[in-house]
């Protein structure tokens, strides 16, 4: 998976051959991914110096979501927006930071970006792993005067490609046109993203959980079953890992293995990440990874969201543990059948693969 000493291949040598090998990968397609590295290249600059410049602290506002915002995400939204409409290909795009889709007056560009401009933007004043997360859509019906509703709000499964750049200790970009998984390092020196993770595919092995599990006491009684049994039954212990920034989060399960899990809970039943502008792209990439992602019932890119704000539960990672837990979430689902059974003094079943 990961790319061997003098094979060097920038991520611009990579697009012009995959456009070459691709029919699908087309030169539009080709600009937008070019336009989004662009504004994460200016991310990424204000990022480094956010502990060094008076760019930190809260804007005051709050996000649609009722969020605190900080001045790094309008930033992002801002640099990827102007990349974005200025690039001419993009006719539509929507964004965590803002209420309603955005339209790019006058474009006869045919594709629409969903995106996350910061993720885990809480995580800036401690200086942890932040990201950038991207869909791309194109238009259902190409050859319209003007963008449809039906344009708008797709399946993920309609997603043409997908991504997110890592501000960690090196800045990565990782993203999919359907094609498997490709992951990119920023070379500072060069100022050069560099193919460092060719066809990334999940381990094997699935040994690391990523939750928030101070909310455990307001998780369903399925989610709660598949921690028990992962704690307790596994062959080999579980590590528990999480950062608070999905992006980061995904990214060591996608090359460690692991399951990253946002539940509904009992005070929020969706979870609280967005399936347009996280869930989505996760999942397919992670899918192209030969993995899953499910809101604990069904597969996520057959979602069709009814709004652009809307939020999931998401659990994506490896496949069979994906697999386990909506094993769990369906057995536990009904609540009610639950207690009555406990009432019934009836042990909880185990998995399959229990010791
Ligand atoms: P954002 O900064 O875009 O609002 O996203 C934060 C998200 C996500 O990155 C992370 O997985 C999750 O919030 C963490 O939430 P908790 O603090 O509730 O665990
Ligand atoms: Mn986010
Ligand atoms: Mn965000």
């Keep these: 998976m990961k790319v061997g000493r003098n094979q060097i291949v920038t991520l611009e040598q990579f697009i012009l051959d995959q456009e070459r090998d691709f029919p699908y990968a087309t030169g539009q397609l080709s600009k937008i991914i070019r336009d989004i590295v662009l504004a994460c290249r200016i991310i990424n600059r204000e990022v480094n110096k956010a502990g060094l410049v008076d760019i930190l602290g809260l804007t005051g506002d709050v996000n649609v979501q009722g969020e605190e915002v900080q ?145 455990y006491r307001t998780f369903f009684e399925g989610t709660k079953q598949y921690l028990r049994h992962i704690k307790r039954d596994a062959k080999e212990p579980y590590s528990s890992r999480y950062i608070g920034s999905l992006v980061a989060d995904f990214h060591r399960n996608l090359l460690k293995g692991g399951i990253f899990m946002y539940p509904g809970t009992t005070e929020k039943p969706e979870g609280k990440l967005r399936l347009t502008f996280e869930a989505n792209s996760m999942a397919f990439i992670a899918e192209q990874a030969g993995g899953a992602a499910s809101d604990g019932r069904k597969r996520i890119l057959d979602i069709l969201p009814k709004h652009l704000h809307q939020r999931t539960p998401l659990f994506v990672g490896n496949k069979e543990e994906v697999r386990k837990l909506e094993w769990y979430i369906k057995k536990y689902g009904n609540r009610a059948k639950y207690m009555a059974d406990l009432k019934e003094d009836k042990a909880p079943p185990l998995a399959n693969n229990s010791k």
């Design 71 to 215: 001045k790094l995400d309008i930033f992002a939204h801002e640099q990827l927006v102007d990349a974005l409409f200025k690039g001419g290909m993009v006719c539509v795009v929507g964004s965590e930071e803002q209420e309603d889709f955005l339209f790019n007056e006058g474009c006869e560009g045919k594709y629409i970006v969903l995106m996350d401009p910061l993720d885990g933007s809480s995580n800036i004043d401690v200086n942890v792993s932040i990201g950038t997360i991207f869909s791309i859509y194109r238009r259902r019906d190409y050859d319209a005067d003007e963008v449809l509703k039906t344009d708008l709000l797709q399946r993920g499964s309609e997603q043409i490609a997908a991504g997110y750049v890592l501000y960690g200790s090196s800045t990565m970009l990782v993203y999919t046109t359907g094609n498997g998984v490709n992951g990119f390092t920023l070379d500072p020196s060069i100022g050069e993203f560099l193919l460092s993770h060719r066809n990334i595919r999940f381990p094997e092995q699935c040994h690391t959980y990523s939750v928030n599990e101070g909310h």
